[in-house]
Antibody
Framework: QVQLVESGGGLVKPGGSLRLSCAAS????????MSWIRQAPGKGLEWVSY????????YYADSVKGRFTISRDNAKNSLYLQMNSLRAEDTAVYYC????????????WGQGTLVTVSS | EIVLTQSPATLSLSPGERATLSCRAS??????LAWYQQKPGQAPRLLIY???NRATGIPARFSGSGSGTDFTLTISSLEPEDFAVYYC???????????FGQGTRLEIK
């Protein structure tokens, strides 16, 4: 069965960095676009970034552009999000999600990992 | 950027009643509109994609309709497990960016 497992969240000071990982299993990872989507405490969903199956196409939300970098390792069935220059407003649960149709929708989600940016 | 506006913000209904949730886009998104259900402490679950296609394993009481800028999620007869928050989501053509609506909370009356 399809599984997505995020890791790497935690407490970080403003201006700091963190790298999130998402381990995928149960499907051919290299066939799918993947996205990161976040949810601040008590708030709605916000798309962060997506990456094409080969890694050649990448887009970011304006709120993270220039600070976050998405990447993937198809040999390791893994998705990553490098987060730099973190701000308090980046505090959220970060989900990775599988995208079967180029951003049209997300059919499988991980359980999420919490990132807290605070001094 | 395309903005999705969901209404109402909160909907109070009883089990067995029909629920109608709305999602309006600031410009046309053709039929690239999806709906998700989220319960407390859980990840969102895909219900509907391409405006009207039910995702795998989703009960027939969930249906989606609409195109262009106006979309509707209908739950024909509410079950106790349907009380949750519902989000719509779209991907614009260019730039190909993704946005979510702010959510509708469906609560037990």
């Amino acid at each position: 069965q399809v599984q997505l497992v995020e890791s790497g969240g935690g407490l970080v000071k403003p201006g700091g960095s963190l790298r999130l990982s998402c381990a995928a299993s149960g499907f051919t990872f290299s066939d799918y676009y993947m996205s990161w989507i976040r949810q601040a405490p008590g708030k709605g969903l916000e798309w962060v970034s997506y990456i094409s199956s080969s890694g050649s196409t990448i887009y970011y939300a304006d709120s993270v552009k220039g600070r976050f970098t998405i990447s993937r390792d198809n040999a390791k069935n893994s998705l990553y999000l490098q987060m730099n220059s973190l701000r308090a407003e980046d505090t959220a649960v970060y989900y990775c999600a599988r995208d079967p149709q180029v951003g049209d929708h997300f059919d499988y989600w991980g359980q999420g990992t919490l990132v807290t940016v605070s001094s | 950027e395309i903005v999705l506006t969901q209404s109402p913000a909160t909907l109070s209904l009883s089990p067995g009643e029909r629920a109608t949730l709305s999602c309006r886009a600031s410009q046309s998104v053709s039929s690239y509109l999806a709906w998700y259900q989220q319960k407390p402490g859980q990840a969102p679950r895909l219900l509907i994609y391409d405006a009207s296609n039910r995702a795998t394993g989703i009960p027939a009481r969930f249906s989606g309709s609409g195109s262009g800028t106006d979309f509707t999620l209908t739950i024909s007869s509410l079950e106790p497990e349907d009380f949750a928050v519902y989000y719509c989501q779209q991907r614009s053509n260019w730039p190909p960016l993704i946005t979510f609506g702010q959510g509708t909370r469906l609560e037990i009356k």
